[in-house]
């Protein structure tokens, strides 16, 4: 990949990835605030807010840090396979566009609805479930992004056996 190039999808992967990050704590805050919320307004436009990042926003940032992450590890001497850090961000992050796509947004929507069915003078009565599903998926995704920034500035573990035998570009 030409130096242009590279670092073209460099800062675009960077601002993608920062950006999931953000939406992530974005979410953590707004489920937060509308779990604790004592007043039925206060906690619908949490919820709605939750559902509109999940129609707009996690999938394109989601899917753009995914698809840069890609190129940039095939791209750049750091291949995809041959670097253990590589393809363990690489793991981390099939995990998390995974469930992204097809836990969490189905779970903001789905949320969102059941706001949507409850009158605007009632909270919404959530199950342990669901609390537990908006809490555990603040958790994943936090962790698996911090790995993700750890993994990218440290490089530890060295080469994977497929990288083994690849000979180095200067």
């Known amino acids: 990949m030409p130096p242009t190039v590279r670092k073209t999808v460099l800062v675009l992967h ?22 604790v919320a004592d007043t039925p307004e206060v906690q619908h436009a949490m919820f709605r807010a939750l559902g509109t990042i999940g129609d707009v926003l ?11 992450g890609i190129l940039l590890a095939l791209g750049t001497r750091w291949g995809l396979v041959r670097h253990k850090w590589v393809l363990t961000k690489f793991a981390l992050t099939t995990l998390t566009v995974a469930l992204t796509t097809f836990s969490l947004v189905p779970g903001l929507k789905t949320m969102r609805d059941t706001v949507n069915a409850t009158p605007a ?16 998926a603040g958790i994943v995704s936090t962790t698996c992004y911090t790995t993700c920034v ?21």
């Open 58 to 68: 996690l999938l394109p940032i989601a899917w753009l840090a995914y698809g840069t």
């Open 14 to 35: 960077v601002i993608v990835a920062v950006s999931w990050l953000g939406l992530t704590f974005g979410d953590v805050t707004l489920g937060v605030a509308a779990v």
């Open 121 to 136: 003078d009632q909270l919404v009565r959530l199950s342990g479930a669901v609390i537990r599903r908006l809490r555990t």
């Open 150 to 170: 750890v993994l990218s500035i440290f490089k530890p573990w060295g080469r994977t056996r497929w990288g083994a035998t690849t000979p180095r570009r200067p």
